[in-house]
């Protein structure tokens, strides 16, 4: 009697990993039509999306621009950071610290590092 529940365990157990093998084997591409598979992802192709332009997302090569220096300004500290004045050489920036309402400059130039 031992035997026979050892061998029908056994049994079900082969039976088992028999359904979830075939259920694998047949998750390869089949259309029903006389079609190929779908083509391979490549990392170079973007799917019909326009490209973006270089350097999209960073400063223009030349100056400093106003959104990073807000966005820096807001890194030292600065809360409701806007630009107040954009002169050839230096971008100025307002806004409040924990002592009261205090501005900031920085260079314009790419990077825009500060002048304080």
């Not at 088992?16 to 990392?43: K, L, N």
Request: glycine share 12%.
């Amino acid at each position: 009697m031992i035997n026979f529940t050892k061998s029908a365990i056994g049994i079900l157990l082969a039976l088992g990993t028999a359904a979830s093998t075939s259920s694998i084997a047949s998750a390869q591409y089949y259309d029903g039509y006389d079609r190929g598979p779908p083509p391979r992802y490549e990392s170079d192709r973007d799917w019909g999306r326009p490209h973006s332009p270089p350097g999209w997302g960073r400063p223009p090569r030349g100056g400093c621009d106003p959104r990073w220096a807000e966005d820096k300004a807001r890194d030292f500290g600065f809360r409701r950071a806007r630009v107040v004045d954009v002169t050839p050489r230096r971008v100025i920036v307002q806004g409040w610290t924990r002592r009261g309402p205090d501005e900031i400059s920085f260079a314009n130039v790419r990077g825009c590092p500060a002048l304080r």
